[in-house]
């Protein structure tokens, strides 16, 4: 929901945009595949990045291990922290680097928003100023990261995808349950049914 709107934002404001997904072996896989209809829909150029073996290491969260149960409600610092994929962010906005740097970009864009400071530590504007700093000094080429949510809600994202005609429904997986239809139960089906809600959407949560 957060990436689409921010795709759909760099589109409007004229940008070139190469989209990246990453497979690090997720249960919500299927994330991937509205990601690519979408992406295909709208012209834009997609790759999806095998990290599946590398996500076999990066146990302990209920997104990669099939033995933790992903939580249901609203997210509680508590049990938010069961979602937290070791590092996720760090190596997924290192290779994004990398892949602008290698095909001449500008700036590297995130969806990271401010319901995801309490618990994520790589969703804190610390961590982008950080990683910023860190893609600079590492090498010739200067890239900006561009992170126009971080003192966004959720719902303020829905508003603004909502204006931009995005349909969240068809375009767009949230639900980490991964069946084949979103549970409607699972902290991010309930918090993406909030931010629709508050924008002013009736639409079913997933």
């Known amino acids: 929901m957060d990436?689409?709107?921010?795709?759909?934002?760099?589109?409007?404001?004229?940008?070139?945009?190469?989209?990246?997904?990453?497979?690090?072996?997720?249960?919500?896989?299927?994330?991937?595949?509205?990601?690519?209809?979408?992406c295909a829909r709208l012209d834009v150029r997609h790759t999806v990045v095998d990290l599946s073996s590398a996500g076999?290491?990066?146990?302990?969260?209920?997104l990669t291990s099939p033995e933790i149960a992903v939580p249901?409600?609203?997210?509680?610092?508590?049990?938010?922290?069961?979602?937290?994929?070791?590092?996720?962010?760090?190596?997924m906005m290192a290779i994004a680097g990398g892949y602008g740097l290698a095909e001449g970009c500008s700036r590297l864009a995130v969806a990271v928003?401010?319901?995801?400071?309490?618990?994520?530590?790589?969703c804190r504007p610390q961590f982008i100023a950080d990683f910023e700093a860190a893609l600079r000094s590492?090498?010739?080429?200067?890239?900006?990261?561009?992170?126009?949510?971080?003192?966004?809600?959720?719902g303020d994202i829905?508003?603004?995808?909502?204006?931009?005609?995005?349909?969240?429904?068809r375009d767009t997986w949230?639900?980490?349950?991964?069946?084949?239809?979103?549970?409607g139960k699972c902290g991010t089906c309930v918090e993406r049914a909030e931010a629709l809600a508050a924008a002013g959407a009736s639409r079913p949560a997933g």
């Open 138 to 154: 590492g090498n010739y080429e200067q890239v900006s990261v561009y992170a126009p949510f971080l003192g966004w809600t959720k």
């Open 113 to 122: 928003h401010a319901g995801d400071h309490a618990v994520y530590p790589d």
């Open 56 to 62: 076999s290491l990066l146990v302990g969260s209920a």
């Open 174 to 183: 949230s639900c980490y349950e991964g069946g084949e239809e979103p549970c």
């Open 72 to 91: 249901h409600g609203h997210y509680e610092d508590e049990s938010m922290r069961l979602t937290v994929v070791p590092n996720r962010n760090m190596i």
């Open 3 to 38: 990436s689409t709107t921010l795709l759909y934002h760099l589109l409007d404001l004229g940008d070139k945009v190469l989209a990246l997904s990453f497979d690090y072996g997720q249960r919500h896989r299927k994330e991937l595949e509205y990601a690519a209809r979408t």
């Open 158 to 169: 829905a508003c603004l995808g909502l204006d931009l005609g995005i349909d969240f429904e």
